[in-house]
Structure formats: C-alpha cells, structure tokens
C-alpha cells in the first residue's frame, strides 16, 4: 500500500484554515460567557461549531494544501483555550472541584515554563504523543459531559458521575504526558545547542 507523505508545512498566515481557527479562538471567550451564565445548551452550541471547524480546518489544509506552520500553533492553543474555559467557567459555578482545576492548570503552567527553557537552549518543542492526545479528548468528552448535566438535570444522574471520572482520567493522562514532556525536556538540556532532537511545532506532549 502506498504510503501518502504529510503535505510540507508553509509559511503563510493568510489561509483558509489559518481564518477558521482564528473564527475558532476568537469563540473562546463567548463561550466562556455563556458558561458562567448558565447558558449551558448555547454554550454546548458554540463548543460544536468550534469542533466542527478544527474538522473543517484540518480537512481543507490537506486538500487545499494550505498545511501551515501558524495552523499547526493555532490548533492546540485553541484545544488548551477551550479546556480551560470550560474549567473556569465550571469551577465559577462550583460543577466541578475546584483541585480538579487547580490539577489541569499547574500542568499547563509546568509546560509553559518548559518550553520557555527549550527555546532558550535554542531546543523546539517535542512531538505530539498518544498520551496527550488521549488527555485532551477524555477532557473534550468528559466537561462537556458536565455541561450536559447541568443543562438537563434529568440526565445528571448519568452524565454528572460519568463526566467528572472521563474528566479525572483526563487530568491523570495530561499530566503523565507532562511528565514525559519533562524527562524530554531534561535529556534535551544535555544536548549540545543545535545537535537537537526531531522536533514538532505544538507544544502538546
């Protein structure tokens, strides 16, 4: 079977991708209103469309060959913007615990500081591994899960629990992807400036 080689990635900011993504950061906080709210369905709302076009977005780089190094940054910070919208505005509204908060923020703190070393020994940023991936989509399913049972309190008994353990797990994945990122990081600070390791444009382990 053929295998399809990964379009390369350009230097263009102007594309089509690049402008769903922006349409995408630029939802973060009217979803972040909605939440705290209480507007819980609206906000379910905009939390699908802003799915649907991170779809859109990755679907079109490839066919129109639009893959650019800007949409390969833009796409995690908006995953990360809407994680952490979603746990400020539930924790404002006390649906979820406040250390599960705490827990899934000082990561994302750990990470910042980390790759602001790696870029000061002049190292990029890791690839995107199956553990981060997994964090982020267990978090993808189980906060939205909460807002669900916030919404229709009819199904709370279900999509609450159900919610805060997917949610759990994710903060236990996210922060084991942290601390691959972090034996990586601390073997690449005893490489020699420019004899680094592959590296990748997300920041997400």
């Given at each position: 079977?053929?295998?399809?080689?990964?379009?390369?990635?350009?230097?263009?900011?102007?594309?089509?991708?690049?402008?769903?993504?922006?349409?995408?950061?630029?939802?973060?906080?009217?979803?972040?209103?909605?939440?705290?709210?209480g507007?819980?369905?609206?906000?379910l709302?905009?939390?699908?469309?802003?799915?649907?076009?991170?779809?859109?977005?990755?679907?079109?780089?490839?066919?129109?060959?639009?893959?650019?190094?800007?949409?390969q940054?833009?796409?995690?910070?908006?995953?990360?913007?809407?994680?952490?919208a979603?746990?400020?505005?539930?924790?404002?509204?006390?649906?979820?615990?406040?250390?599960?908060?705490?827990?899934?923020?000082?990561?994302?703190?750990?990470?910042?500081?980390?790759?602001?070393?790696?870029?000061?020994?002049?190292?990029?940023?890791?690839p995107?591994?199956?553990?981060?991936?997994?964090?982020?989509?267990?978090?993808?399913?189980?906060?939205?899960?909460?807002?669900?049972?916030?919404?229709?309190?009819?199904?709370?008994?279900?999509?609450?629990?159900?919610?805060?353990?997917?949610?759990i797990?994710?903060?236990?994945?996210?922060?084991?992807?942290?601390?691959?990122?972090?034996?990586?990081?601390?073997?690449?600070?005893?490489?020699?400036?420019?004899?680094?390791?592959?590296?990748?444009d997300?920041?997400?382990?």
């Amino acid at each position: 079977m053929e295998h399809r080689a990964e379009p390369e990635a350009s230097d263009r900011i102007l594309t089509v991708p690049n402008i769903l993504s922006f349409l995408r950061l630029a939802l973060v906080p009217v979803f972040l209103v909605l939440l705290v709210e209480g507007e819980d369905l609206a906000a379910l709302a905009v939390l699908a469309l802003s799915g649907f076009t991170d779809f859109l977005d990755g679907y079109l780089a490839r066919r129109l060959n639009q893959v650019s190094k800007l949409g390969q940054l833009l796409d995690p910070a908006a995953d990360r913007l809407y994680i952490l919208a979603a746990l400020l505005g539930l924790g404002w509204r006390d649906l979820i615990p406040l250390w599960l908060v705490v827990v899934i923020i000082a990561r994302d703190v750990m990470l910042i500081a980390l790759a602001a070393w790696l870029a000061k020994i002049g190292h990029g940023a890791f690839p995107v591994n199956w553990v981060g991936k997994w964090a982020t989509a267990c978090l993808f399913v189980g906060l939205p899960l909460l807002m669900l049972a916030a919404a229709f309190p009819a199904t709370a008994v279900v999509t609450q629990p159900v919610g805060l353990i997917v949610a759990i797990l994710g903060a236990a994945l996210y922060w084991w992807a942290g601390g691959l990122y972090l034996l990586q990081t601390v073997r690449a600070s005893g490489i020699p400036k420019g004899q680094t390791e592959p590296q990748s444009d997300t920041l997400e382990p």
